[in-house]
């Protein structure tokens, strides 16, 4: 079962400008072949599927608990997915009922990615940049632990391929921000898996990274993260359980030699962040002031 808290994994500032095509940008690391949809549901059901988990137990611990941080690492995503949508409605000033013979969603023909106030009202989809949805055939679950293993250290390098590329798209603060942190994030989960494989194998797949060959600290946005030492922490997402991810995330990191460690809890994160209504895209729906008046008397009822 999970734990969910209403926080994001990470301090997001909110963007002062909408950008609806630097948006659809960021979608691709959603929905995409490579995106945070494919890396948690690659390694959910890994860890569903994991046969005599209790003899191999820091394996399986390694992939349950990675499989959790990329449940936030989607909820970072569409947070700055919609971030960057917001305001994006020639009109939708979020004051009330929005008038439709004003065409108000005219500005955004042929900008961006038209399913997002097509069909979600101005939110994240479970799709590409070209709006084809996210497939269940890209996750891989052969049942033999090597071969998962390494396609896992293979999905984070594809994934890093393209954190970097949408990077170079668009020096959007917001997408920067996120990009930054999951860069110093899917560089942990790169290392931990070539860790687990060398552990079995005895192959230093640890000397192959970086893959793209450039390191992390080349990008502003993760030299903080990488003060932090997030780039040698691995966190550990339960109370009580998978413990022993500490047999594999062990040894230096080989960016600057140091001790990597593992941190009992989730990392402290952010504000999770509340975006006002679009109601030029009827989100979210009937009249904001009076859903606001309905909730308020609910709330007062308890």
Known sequence: MYLRIDRLQVEMPMPEEPAPEAANAVQELLGGRFGEMSTLMNYTYQSFNFRGRTKVKPFYDL??????????????????????????????????????????????AGVGNPHHFG???????VSNALGQPWQGDYVFNSGDLVLDLLHNFFLESGARMGKIRVYEMTDHPIARQ???YLLVRGGVHQLAYAKALKEITGVEVEKMLNIPRVA???FPETRTFMDEGSHRTLYRFSPDDFKDIDKIWKGTHP??????????GPPEGGQAVDHPEEPAAYAP???PGELAEIAQRLMKNN
Not at 79 to 106: E, F, Q, R, S, W
Not at 255 to 264: I, K, R, S, Y
């Open 63 to 108: 992939i349950a608990n990675i499989a959790t941080e990329e449940l936030g690492h989607i909820e970072l995503v569409a947070a700055t997915i919609n971030g960057m949508l917001t305001g994006a409605p020639a009109d939708g000033d979020g004051d009330g009922p929005v008038d439709p013979t004003t065409v108000p969603l005219a500005n955004l």
């Open 119 to 125: 069909n979600n009202g101005g939110s994240a989809l």
């Open 178 to 180: 996120m990009l930054g």
């Open 216 to 218: 992390n600290d080349q």
């Open 255 to 264: 960016d600057d030699g140091q001790e990597v460690a593992v941190h009992d």
């Open 285 to 287: 729906g009937y009249d």
